[in-house]
């Protein structure tokens, strides 16, 4: 029986729990949320009879009694919470950003090799039926040369404290939201970014939000944005332009009613893959044959080929579907049970002597952190719309990373919680 705790039981703790639930292996053993409200509703759909704690500091007092940590607070508190939790040897499931600030991605970077815990970065996208199924048909269309994602949405939900519109608390959209894509372009291209140019609007849902626009000190999150990327391999030829790819994310958060939410298009040498969500569907379109003979005109309808994938159903994209529990789409169609399926798989292989090889690592978290502050740092229209990030944590976690970061030997350390 695998023994977890749940640190932070709102909505998206409540859809760990959801699924969780699914599993006779697992159990859920406490719960820790310091909003009365969130932690009465986690309780109420946690089966059997958690303890539940408001504190961090009393969590961890039992970290010895538990053998998976789900990290479902607020962004700018998960930095903090990977260092103190990742001491000790359990596994931690930590919802994504991983970070959201330099300072807590230098953190990270120098405790990482010292870090005893298994950690997974919660990565949802990465699981999404039709998002999987386009990774999966990349062979099928040559070098990849140009990646689009763009999501067409609502603004944010409302939060406990409304964290996510504090661009000190959430890291802003382009880490807060987009660290999703920017890990989506590392896994499609399989290369690193090389550079990267951004537009974005600020504060156009300011009345939406509920902004003290009186308050000059506040910086509203951005609300729609284009990033260009440039990817380039580890060591590119003669013809480095010609090696690289090229990405493009669009985001606008005041979409509603669009027709797709999300859109992926890949585009290769050899042919186009095209993902649209929440339809769940991928499109493989082939590049003209030889039966296009006359280049003066056209290629020819039958010159090539479209194939449609519906991934609405399951077995079109996973071959393990049989063996999940009764799952339910959730949140993020369906990609949660899918990564706790691959979750429980990678613990149980580590548990069997086994090396614990998470899908989503604590460096795939990093850099797509690492790409979403490049963006921040890269805006071109009007230095108003430019932030640094200063993550809002306590004085005592302020130096928890502070220490991190000035010791040569992080792990004689004792990097306590304190209140």
């Not at 023994?3 to 406490?30: F, P, V």
């Not at 260092?83 to 950003?97: A, F, N, S």
């Not at 932030?387 to 990373?401: G, Y």
Request: contains cysteine; proline residues 5%; glycine residues 6%.
């Amino acid at each position: 029986m695998i023994r977890i705790a749940i640190l932070g039981c709102g909505m998206m703790g409540q859809e760990h729990i959801s699924y969780i639930n699914k599993y006779d292996t697992l159990s859920i053993a406490y719960l820790c949320d310091p909003n009365e409200s969130s932690l009465e509703t986690a309780l109420a759909m946690a089966e059997g009879s958690p303890a539940t704690f408001e504190k961090e500091s009393e969590l961890l007092d039992q970290v010895n009694e538990i053998d998976l940590l789900v990290i479902a607070s607020p962004n700018f508190m998960h930095t903090p919470q990977l260092l103190r939790w990742g001491q000790h040897h359990i596994t931690i499931l930590c919802e994504k950003p991983a970070a959201i600030s330099e300072k807590q991605v230098n953190a990270l970077k120098a405790a990482q090799a010292h870090l005893k815990a298994n950690i997974w970065i919660a990565m949802e996208y990465r699981f999404m039926p039709a998002i999987n199924k386009l990774v999966q048909l990349l062979p099928h269309i040559g070098p990849i040369k140009k990646v689009a994602i763009r999501e067409n949405r609502y603004p944010f939900l409302t939060k406990i404290e409304e964290w996510n519109k504090d661009v000190d608390k959430s890291g802003d959209t382009l880490v807060e939201k987009c660290c999703h894509f920017f890990d989506l372009f590392r896994l499609i291209t399989a290369m690193e970014m090389a550079s990267c140019v951004s537009k974005v609007h600020r504060g156009l849902l300011s009345d939406h939000y509920g902004y003290d626009v009186t308050d000059d000190k506040v910086i509203p999150i951005i609300d729609s944005a284009y990033v260009l990327l440039d990817f380039e391999p580890d060591a590119p030829g003669k013809n480095a332009s010609q090696q690289s790819v090229l990405g493009c994310l669009e985001l606008c958060m005041f979409a509603e009613g669009s027709r797709h939410q999300e859109e992926i298009i890949v585009t290769g040498m050899r042919g186009r893959l095209e993902a649209y969500l929440p339809e769940n569907k991928v499109f493989l379109y082939q590049r003209p044959t030889s039966l296009w003979t006359d280049k003066s005109k056209p290629p020819p309808q039958g010159s090539f080929s479209e194939e449609v994938f519906d991934c609405s159903d399951l077995r079109q994209v996973y071959d393990f579907v049989d063996e999940l529990p009764s799952m339910h789409a959730g949140y993020h169609y369906c990609s949660t049970a899918i990564e706790w399926k691959y979750l429980i798989d990678a613990i149980h292989d580590a548990a069997e002597g086994g090396k614990f090889v998470p899908k989503v690592s604590l460096d795939d978290g990093i850099k797509a952190v690492e790409m979403g502050i490049a963006g921040l740092n890269n805006i071109t229209n009007g230095d108003s719309t430019s932030t640094n990030v200063t993550a809002h944590i306590s004085k005592s976690e302020d130096n928890l990373l502070n220490l991190v970061l000035n010791s040569a030997v992080f792990d004689e350390l004792k990097l306590n919680v304190q209140q």
